[in-house]
């Protein structure tokens, strides 16, 4: 993948893929190329085909059809450590973290470092602090106790940790699983900033999310699904948040919809409908005289 990290050089594509589990067709004919230094956003309404998009590309399921390049190179893993051997590091949405360990064992976790002391191995507890400080550091994430529990930090900052994790062990392919989807405006708008970090870092970025108005802050090219097709494929040049909002949520479908929900009258409606003889027997009521 080397020559592939230059500015705009392509990190990875896929063409054509497709993915069927029994007779349930999850992917058809979906195709996305990712560049370095690029956030490339996948939107689409729960069942669109999200998660098995990233899985494919994570390495965790294989693609039935079509071509899975990295660096040029067609590819299909058998596993996630062979994509992260690449490279391709994933973020899901519940960040595979510890809740009751450090924020520094999680930061190393799975990948420990050691030292010998005493005749024996040991962890290498103070430097693995250290160099978690400054990874964090790097990715301008002011956090200066990292052995605190890091269920006890707030979702924005877990997933900002997960997101230096993955920059720091060498990631050149971030895909990042709905990360500000359980987040308030405030925290969503912290960790939409790590991930501009992230770009702007060289890394290529795929935003999975089904925010419209997130998507569109960040992103550089938007690919839109729909019930495992590609709804639409579009530069951040050629599209506005309007239309990418729309494209979302079906387009013809929102506005058969918008159209239904104007139907009703003036009449209120929640007052129950009136019948003929009962709107006649109020008419002769009030016409006639007082006594």
Known sequence: MNDALSPGGELLSLVGVGKSYGTVRALEDVS?????????CVLGDNG???STLIKIIAGLHQHDEGTYTVGGEEVRFDS???ALDLGIATVYQDLAVVPLMPVW???FLGSERGMRRWGGLRLDADGMRATTREALARMGIDLHDVDRPIGTLSGG????VAIARAVHFGAKVLILDEPTAALGVKQSGVVLKYVTAARDAGLGVV???HNPHHAHLVGDHFTLLKRGRMAGSHPRAEIGLEQLTTEMAGGSDLAELSHELARPSAADPLEPPVSRETRETRETREERPQP
Do not use: D, V
């Open 32 to 40: 996305l190329t990712l560049r370095a230094g690029e956030i490339s």
């Open 48 to 50: 669109a085909g999200k």
């Open 105 to 107: 064992r999680n930061f």
């Open 80 to 82: 996630p450590r062979q």
């Open 207 to 209: 935003l999975i999310t």
């Open 157 to 160: 900052q877990r997933q900002c």
